[in-house]
Nanobody, 123 residues
Framework: QVQVEESGGGLVQAGGSLRLSCAASGRTFSGYAMGWFRQAPGKERVFVAAISRSGSTIYYAVSVKGRFTISRDNAKNTVYLQMNSLKPGDTAVYSC????????????????WGQGTQVTVSS
């Protein structure tokens, strides 16, 4: 099994930045693709970004491309989500997850999930 735990959420004004971290433990971190998803109140969980095991393949949701950057440090068993130019519409609980696939965008392809961290963007 892989345990993942997110951190770095908080309250930020529109236009600001936050960096989320997701620390993993358990099985070999480098053996899993990692993804970030978010869920706003009353809405379904949606894909934000994903990165392959080596970091060579990356996908972003259209809504965040150019503003968010996903990266990973396999030596530290950590994946990051740098979020810039934040908008009120980015307000959600952000969760990271681990998957055996390349870099899935479908949340059902992820096997291990963290509890999530709240990101609130004020206008």
């Amino acid at each position: 099994q892989v345990q993942v735990e997110e951190s770095g959420g908080g309250l930020v004004q529109a236009g600001g930045s936050l960096r989320l971290s997701c620390a993993a433990s358990g099985r070999t971190f480098s053996g899993y693709a990692m993804g970030w998803f978010r869920q706003a109140p009353g809405k379904e969980r949606v894909f934000v970004a994903a990165i392959s095991r080596s970091g060579s393949t990356i996908y972003y949701a259209v809504s965040v491309k150019g503003r968010f950057t996903i990266s990973r440090d396999n030596a530290k068993n950590t994946v990051y989500l740098q979020m810039n130019s934040l908008k009120p519409g980015d307000t959600a609980v952000y969760s990271c997850a681990a998957a055996a696939g390349v870099a899935p965008r479908n949340p059902y392809e992820y096997d291990y999930w963290g509890q999530g961290t709240q990101v609130t963007v004020s206008s």
